[in-house]
């Protein structure tokens, strides 16, 4: 179970599923990562057999128990300071760049640097992903996963980036009981954006073993309705996490694990040979120009487009439930008969629950409308941009073989016309 620890002497912390690196370049927040050199320092003593530094770590916690106002109030300062931390959060995302995606690596540095919580509240997380790693590694008798995941999900409450990736390492370990991706995928995002390079290759890893379309798409629809965010989200390329993780200041086995990861990907280039290629004699035929600009709009285009076509598939789904429920409905006037019973009747009493029913249909359905057409002015919104960006692309018949690889569903390559 991973702390990222420091580069600093004391135990080396495990991960889940692998050992962690003695040294994490992880950019967290400078309030974590205080917090963090002064809370590993008091859990290696806690693992050594100190009795003074566990009474520490329970204390920290203690102060901010789920009963206590400390934890009741997490993230909830001042009118004052929350008008102030709320202007800041949306000035971190103006203005919106040309080419800009979600998440953007510079409003994210932005952003994790506002703090909202109390230096004990800070304590409380920083000390409580301690003690999940001591339960977690058996620090304290038998390893016991369980507690571990409570200590790291009450971190996560106070959204400690560490807190948020081993919960979502611990729910796909299926320790615990069936691995959710959606929810796992929901915290290595979060634990990523905060800075954790892990919890970026962890949802590289996902995004090539469950696909595109989920939990992505909800995930980071949810996200950009969220913040208000009215530009593209990225993860139809898998090697858009591990890019992440390299943006973010990679240690050095970090960054041979991305390069071996994103290495192994279908349709990666092949790695050079150990000795150059013999040079071709005159008299072979060139290879066709790839020209860069054209290539890197291509790049950005066809996820741009595998997204665009997501979103309108979810929304398909969603006039197709709208029509069933609109279908209920109908069928509940129809068959509802229109008679005055006795009042207090058996008659008059399960007409009345009909007629409760069908309201409440009704008021989920008119629900269901307003966010159907809140999220078709999106889709609108993506496709628009992806027609402004995309359709003046023009391509080579190389370049087009280049890019598009054979991916012939989509819909920025299929139907091409070559220049």
Known sequence: MTRLRAASGGLLALAVL????????????????????????????????????????????????PETDCFKNRGAPSEADRARLQAAWEACAKPQRPGQ????????????????????QIDAAAAAVNVGWLFGDGKLGERDDRRAFDHYFFAAEFQHPVGHYNV??????????APDVNEAATRFLKAGRLGVVDGWIALGDLRQKHGSERPFTDMFF????????????????????????????????????????????????PKPAAAPAPVAPPSAPASPQLREANMAAARECIPFADEMQNAQRKLSGMDRRLDKAEEDLAAYDQ??????????????????????????????????????NDFAREVDDIVASYNARCTVVRLTKAEHEAACGGKLSNRFCKGFDFE
């Open 18 to 65: 692998s050992a962690a690196p003695a040294a994490s370049a992880d950019e967290l927040a400078a309030y974590w990562r205080e917090a963090r050199v002064k809370w590993n320092a008091v859990g290696d003593k806690a693992a050594a057999g100190d009795e003074n530094a566990k009474q520490q770590l329970i204390d920290a916690v203690g102060a901010c128990a």
């Open 101 to 120: 995606y979600l998440p953007d690596r510079a409003v994210d540095l932005c952003r994790r640097n506002l703090n909202g919580l109390t230096p004990a």
């Open 168 to 177: 979502g390492r611990l729910i796909m370990d299926g320790k615990l009981g």
């Open 222 to 269: 949810a996200m950009s309705a969220a913040e208000g965010y009215t530009g593209p989200a990225r993860y139809a390329d898998s090697d858009f996490f591990y890019r992440r993780a390299l943006d973010e200041n990679p240690s050095d086995a970090q960054k041979k694990k991305i390069e071996e990861k994103t290495a192994a990907l279908p349709g990666a280039a």
């Open 335 to 372: 068959y509802m008969p229109n008679v005055n019973y006795d009042p207090g009747s058996p008659a008059a009493n399960a007409q009345t629950w009909n007629r409760d029913m069908r309201d409440a249909k009704a008021e989920s359905f008119n629900r269901a409308v307003r966010e159907r």
